[in-house]
């Protein structure tokens, strides 16, 4: 219900007001004003912020914004962390896989080349297959100078390379040389009769550092019974022409720095031949792959020619 006041002039020039009330709004003849509605409820008034509800306010904006930046920070840290360990992995990855390709193609025994895998723990030596140079093809006229000769069969070496010049304190304590990184040493001319080389041409030898990064390596040959660190069937075996390839290559490669080895430590022990090797721990900063060769001896024979060999030198008084 709304209260109107009507509002007129009165006899002596003055305002008078009646009061009406109604529902609608009430038709004023044309000789009076209209009605001017009056709100009976009273103003309402807007409080300022007090200083405590604004210090309460500034604090808490802060709190959030300082809780989303340690969230981010947290993971944008655990984002780079893991892309610099994946990137690590794969570097490991990388490297193990190119010497498991030449492990591979490695040649068995024969005569003149020697064994198509050779080695320790910390070096391999492969005898590879590889094809020669395209400009080898290429059809020459007779007057024209012959080209020197090329092998296709390739030695190539992996180990680590240490500088002699300056000391380094390794995790362990050890005080020893400052390693440099993994070494791939490949030999092209091997084997060449020195007639077919040209004047003063020397043995081709590509020495690269594959990867300073890459501080540690180890090497494991399987026999087709047990894993050994070392494997050397050389032509010393009475007749041998055999396969001398091993079962398996474990290949290990990884960033943890490796210290040389010491000078009695490289000395070839027969008596120590057919002892198995002890596993490669799980080590993060690692990466292991094993290759298989298809083409060694299904019939385990360079087990065979290793254990012949150590009973020949046991029969001859060399061995133990």
Known sequence: MIRWHRYSLGATGGLTARACTGS????????QSLPVPIRLYGTRYR??????????????VTLVSAMMFMFYDTTLRARDRDAARITDRELCRVIAMRIAEEIRSANG????????????????TIQTAAMVDKDRFLRQSIRDEPLPAQCDIRQVQYYLAYDEDESYVYPDGTDAWVPLGLVRREMKTLYQ????LREGQLAEVDLDLISPEMKYVRFL?????DWVDKWDIAEDVAGQMGNSLPQAVEITVGYGELPPKEEEDMDFDEDDELIPAVPEAYDPRKYTVVVRL???????????????????????????
């Open 24 to 31: 609608k709004l009430p038709v004023a003849p044309a000789n």
């Open 47 to 60: 409080r300022a912020m007090t200083l405590l509800e604004l210090l309460l306010a500034l604090g808490l």
């Open 109 to 124: 025994f024969a005569a003149g080349v020697g064994p198509g895998v050779h080695g320790d723990d910390r070096v391999i």
């Open 193 to 196: 009769a020195p007639q077919l």
């Open 221 to 225: 040959y399987f026999d087709g019974v």
């Open 294 to 320: 298809w083409q060694a001896d299904a019939f385990l024979g360079s087990r065979l020619m290793r254990a012949q060999r150590r009973s020949s030198r046991s029969s001859s008084g060399d061995g133990g």
